[in-house]
């Protein structure tokens, strides 16, 4: 049995702040209030924004949001630490830097670790305490909210069990609202932090957990808090963070809405989780983790034909949940290892009915056999509704491309393309096109033929181009090949080519990429 659900249980996203320490990621201001409206959105209780006075980029988005973020939902948090030691809040420069952001609710970092107090901060076990108190006490009585992040607190718990509690109700005593016990380090494992929170519970009004994922549990670790009664969660949207990063946010709520069964998100806004933890990825300019719990592209995807047969008996029985709950959505992955089953799933997908036993086999061995010469369906979804429709005798019949060629034009990349494109019963034309590299002057070639019949082919936009060699022992003499995005109108496809080289690789997926867009945007062949 899961617990009940606490009535002022918390959910605290620190992407802005924390999740912002990965490498690789730099947010502008622009991007931060984009994800703040994100984050409201979706309907996490508190934002992290930062830490202002410590960085320009971080007072600078308090700025702009006191000017131009509403908020409807979410309280935004500036974050900071106890005053210096030695010196007083009320003189701090950095704690007036937290006043001045204008946020109704402050975290605070605070040392918990003994040894850190010593050696970090260079100072005594009880001047740690005086600034905790100092500080939460000048912030409460300007009539801030505090909250306190307890750094190192596990390992300083099991090095120092009496001092790691003194700090504890240190900030109780000073009017701290949460403490919230860090595993900053990463390394503890779900038993440890469970015993833990559970003895620290009588100690705090009110108790949350922030885990990073250094030993690969920090989802782990932070369920295993709440179980144990901790009533505040701390985390970061795809598990953004420094070093392994933090706590994904997006998997634990999906956990405590779907596995606790509790309301966390406003009603529906679960839906929207998949959405969101894309769209943050795409502002903070990172390429989304496809086996990610919940959210990733193959979270939900099924390769083996075994699974595919029981899932075409009933869906879940090789799914956790309904994909659609978190806004995914189940997929068949086209391969060698696909049977029947999967291919009449993954065509009726596409629209297409293959219920006809030998012609979905029909279908199958012709993808494996293809599979078995370098291609591959799994992310060419394109391609594959192409050879379907081959088969089914629907594909339509746009164009032909009767021979073409391509060289350089000198010693430069400069690279220029022929080839001859028929309509119908009508004459070949010949159509010309210089591109940078050979690709991209059969490209231009390509569009040039087909401009004047499909005006819409200048609006395709090839959007990602990827190459592969197929046993590369083989070296220049290796099979290549190249998966194609495209997009039109919002929408996008993959097309896969194969070839002896580059080129024809190349050349087939661009072929597949516009008779794909033309069949999907024109009623019907010419």
Request: some cysteine; overall charge negative; proline content about 4%.
């Amino acid at each position: 049995m899961y617990p009940t659900k606490p009535d002022d249980f918390q959910v605290f996203d620190t992407t802005l702040r924390d999740g912002a320490q990965q490498e690789g990621i730099r947010l502008t201001v622009p991007d931060r209030l984009r994800i703040a409206g994100l984050l409201d959105d979706l309907g996490v209780d508190f934002i992290e924004g930062g830490w202002p006075g410590a960085n320009p980029n971080d007072t600078a988005f308090f700025q702009a949001a006191r000017d131009g973020l509403r908020l409807r939902r979410a309280t935004l948090v500036a974050f900071g630490a106890t005053r210096r030691a030695g010196s007083s809040a009320a003189a701090d420069p950095l704690t007036q830097a937290l006043v001045e952001a204008g946020t109704e609710v402050v975290c605070l970092v605070a040392k918990a670790h003994d040894r850190h107090v010593r050696q970090a901060l260079k100072t005594t076990l009880e001047e740690n305490l005086a600034m905790i108190t100092d500080t939460v006490t000048h912030l409460r009585a300007l009539g801030k909210r505090v909250f306190v992040d307890c750094e190192h607190f596990f390992n300083g718990y099991l090095d120092n069990r009496d001092y790691a509690l003194e700090v504890v109700r240190a900030c109780a005593r000073a009017g701290a609202e949460v403490v919230v016990l860090c595993d900053t380090n990463g390394g503890m494992l779900p038993g440890q932090v469970a015993q833990i929170v559970a003895q620290v519970l009588p100690h705090a009004p009110k108790v949350g957990v922030h885990c990073h994922n250094d030993s690969g549990c920090a989802v782990a670790n932070t369920m295993a808090a709440v179980e144990a009664g901790a009533s505040h969660v701390q985390g970061t949207v795809n598990g953004y963070g420094e070093r392994t990063g933090n706590a994904d946010l997006t998997t634990i709520v999906a956990n405590l809405e779907l596995k606790f069964g509790w309301s966390l998100l406003p009603a529906g806004q679960l839906r929207d989780l998949t959405r969101v933890a894309h769209a943050v990825a795409e502002i903070a300019n990172q390429t989304p983790f496809p086996r990610q719990p919940y959210v990733g592209r193959s979270a939900f995807a099924h390769k083996a034909g075994l699974h595919a047969s029981a899932i075409k008996v009933e869906a879940d029985l090789y799914q956790h949940i309904d994909p659609d709950l978190v806004g995914n959505g189940m997929r068949m992955l086209i391969s060698d290892m696909a049977g029947r089953a999967s291919i009449q799933i993954k065509a009726g997908q596409l629209g297409h009915d293959l219920e006809d036993r030998r012609l979905a086999a029909k279908v199958a061995d012709r993808i494996k056999a293809r599979e078995a010469a370098g291609y591959s369906y799994e992310a060419a979804d394109a391609s594959f509704d192409l050879i379907v429709r081959e088969q089914l005798g629907t594909r339509p019949r746009f164009f032909a491309v009767t021979n073409w060629r391509v060289f350089h034009t000198g010693n430069d990349d400069l690279a220029q393309a022929t080839l001859r494109i028929k309509f119908g019963q009508e004459a070949a034309t010949a159509h010309v096109g210089e591109g940078n590299g050979p690709v991209n002057a059969l490209d231009k070639a390509l569009r040039a033929g087909l401009a004047a019949r499909y005006p819409m082919v200048d609006q395709f936009e090839l959007t990602d181009y990827r190459v592969r060699l197929l046993d590369a022992s083989h070296g220049t003499d290796a099979i290549t090949r190249v998966l194609i995005d495209t997009a039109y109108q919002g929408l996008s496809w993959t097309t896969v080519g194969v070839g002896g080289n580059i080129i024809e690789a190349s050349w087939e997926a661009l072929v597949d990429a516009v008779d794909y867009g033309l069949m999907s945007h024109l009623p019907s062949e010419p």
